[in-house]
């Protein structure tokens, strides 16, 4: 049973560049969220979807945006980067229905950034 | 919003036990959870509290004050292995149906032998 995957490992951009980051969810889980960690901090939250739709958002601009495909896996956005947008990118996948007892998120190993 | 503190960082022994502080402050809380983080590596769940009291999970346990908006992890019996950044992070049902996690920003624990 695959956990869950990102790709690419590494990325290096320059700043003005654009990136896609992809996320496969675990096996059965339907919900895709994306938090933003730089280096010292905790993930912060970017945004959940859910049913290929975004459902709750961060507090971070219109440059971050994501998609949900009908197999549930997820892709993550970001136009005009910018040197602030370095960090690592992790994906977590849940799963919203099924009555878990407490929707526990599972990482996935992340994506690190680095802006030029 | 919600501020959620912890300290930076704590040093024990081998063998010790430690216990790393949380606390939080929402108006829609609906769980609070722990994870480890080792080093260039993701977030592992570690404990989940929804009502007060003490979870015990092995040499891993975890307290739940809802009314002080406080938790606490307690890590028995250290090994060097626990050498991780501890994750605080408390779900936030204010929005929607649907809560998303609020991490606080880690306590590094160093285990020295």
């Given amino acids: ?116 | 919003g919600q501020n959620i503190d912890q300290p930076t960082e704590m040093t024990a022994t081998e063998g010790a036990i430690v216990q790393i502080n949380c606390t939080y402050q929402t108006s829609g809380f609906n769980g609070l959870f722990w994870y480890q983080q080792h080093a260039g590596e993701a977030p592992t769940f570690l404990s989940y509290n929804v009502l007060d009291g003490l979870e015990e999970k092995g040499r891993f346990s975890s307290f739940l004050s809802r009314s002080k908006g406080y938790s606490y992890l307690l890590l028995k019996e250290l090994q060097m292995k626990d050498s991780a950044s501890y994750l605080c992070a408390v779900r936030d049902m204010t929005t929607d149906s649907w809560g998303k996690l609020q991490f606080g920003a880690g306590t590094q624990v160093v285990v020295t032998p």
Avoid: M
Wanted: one cysteine or more.
């Fill in chain 1, 1 to 116: 049973d695959a956990g869950v995957t990102q790709s690419p490992t590494h990325l290096i951009k320059t700043r003005g560049q654009q990136v896609t980051l992809r996320c496969s969810p675990k096996s059965g889980h339907d919900t895709v969220s994306w938090y933003q960690q730089a280096l010292g901090q905790g993930p912060q939250f970017i945004f959940q979807y859910y049913e290929e739709e975004e459902r709750q958002r961060g507090n971070f601009p219109d440059r971050f945006s994501g998609h949900q495909y009908p197999n549930y896996s997820s892709e993550l956005n970001v136009n005009a980067l910018l040197l602030g947008d370095s960090a690592l990118y992790l994906c977590a996948s849940s799963l919203r229905s099924g009555g878990a007892r407490y929707n526990e998120q599972f990482f996935g190993p992340g994506t690190r950034l680095t802006v030029l």
